[in-house]
């Protein structure tokens, strides 16, 4: 298990929880609510902190995608 924030620009920005190779077992918005087994249709967006179960290298995976873009 494992929590990873959205960052802005991300692979991860603008995706949606179906399109994860993961499991979310949950999503906190920025704003604190927490949403527990999220829709598969749900929109991610910067700040979103993901509650994720898989195996460790898929885990890595979905990091390296929620870091954000460091456009230049």
Known sequence: MDVVTVGAGSQLD???VGSIDVT???VRSEGGGIEPIPARSRT???GDELYLVARPER???V????AASERK
């Open 14 to 16: 603008g995706a949606t």
């Open 24 to 26: 979310v077992a949950a």
């Open 44 to 46: 991610l967006v910067s």
């Open 59 to 61: 885990l890595r995976k």
């Open 63 to 66: 990091a390296r995608e929620a």
